[in-house]
């Protein structure tokens, strides 16, 4: 079975320009995660798509990121324009979804950004 | 706020001996931390996990220890590896969605 998929690996851009980071999931997992960690910091909680639905974007930072997941497939999550603050590595997650129980989410390798 | 957090950033082990990675917390209420190990260049794996209703918690060359009166939970690394080299977090699932909260992370390092 396949894991956590991310494009790109890696993603240098300058600032004011737009980035589209991709993720997906394990087939079959409707939940959908995306987390990123800045330089010296934790790993933080950005958004939780259940299916094509956001669940919780409480963790989005701003209205410079927009994510999405039409068709509860894979997922996209754009920053625009991008900030230098905004390098880090983003990481994204899935997991069954099985009533209320938790269960285990499995990460992609994540995808490295640095805004110039 | 609720926080998962290390204490030491970097711990350097040499091949063979023991590695214990601490983590504190401040909710008490919580009640599942799970242990992630991330390799370079990979996303964190899961490792192993306990419920506040334990103590401890076994797996292979692993196991994690509860501490609720102090908010305090430590991962221990029988017979650290060279493989075992990563940063270690702790986490915690919460509200019902279950996004995880982290803490900041612990680097291993072992020596031959």
């Known amino acids: 079975e396949a894991g956590v998929t991310q494009f790109p690996s890696h993603s240098v851009i300058e600032k004011g320009q737009t980035v589209t980071l991709r993720c997906d999931p394990i087939?079959?997992?409707?939940?959908l995660y995306w987390y990123r960690r800045v330089m010296g910091k934790e790993i933080k909680f950005l958004l939780h798509?259940?299916?094509?639905?956001?669940?919780?974007e409480s963790g989005m930072p701003n209205n410079r990121f927009l994510a999405e997941r039409t068709g509860g497939t894979y997922s996209t999550l754009k920053v625009q324009p991008a900030e230098l603050e905004d390098s880090g590595v983003y990481f994204c997650?899935?997991?069954?979804?099985?009533?209320?129980?938790?269960?285990?989410?499995?990460f992609g390798p994540g995808t490295r950004l640095t805004v110039l | 706020g609720e926080s998962v957090g290390l204490h030491l950033p970097t711990l350097s082990v040499q091949e063979g001996d023991n590695s214990i990675i601490n983590c504190a917390y401040s909710?008490?209420?919580?009640?599942?931390f799970i242990w992630y190990k991330q390799e370079s260049g990979k996303g964190p794996q899961f490792i192993i996990d306990?419920?506040?209703?334990?103590d401890k918690r076994q797996g292979q060359r692993v196991t994690v220890l509860l501490n609720k009166t102090v908010k305090h939970l430590s991962l221990q690394i029988a017979a650290t590896q060279p493989g075992d080299s990563a940063v270690y977090f702790c986490?915690?699932?919460?509200?019902?969605?279950?996004?995880?909260?982290f803490g900041g992370g612990t680097r291993v390092l072992v020596k031959p």
């Open positions: 997650a899935s997991s069954k979804r099985v009533g209320g129980a938790v269960h285990e989410q499995f």
């Open positions: 087939s079959g997992h409707d939940n």
């Open positions: 798509f259940v299916k094509e639905s956001k669940q919780d």
């Open positions: 909710n008490s209420a919580s009640d599942y």
């Open positions: 306990i419920r506040s209703n334990m």
């Open positions: 986490a915690e699932p919460l509200a019902a969605g279950n996004k995880l909260t």
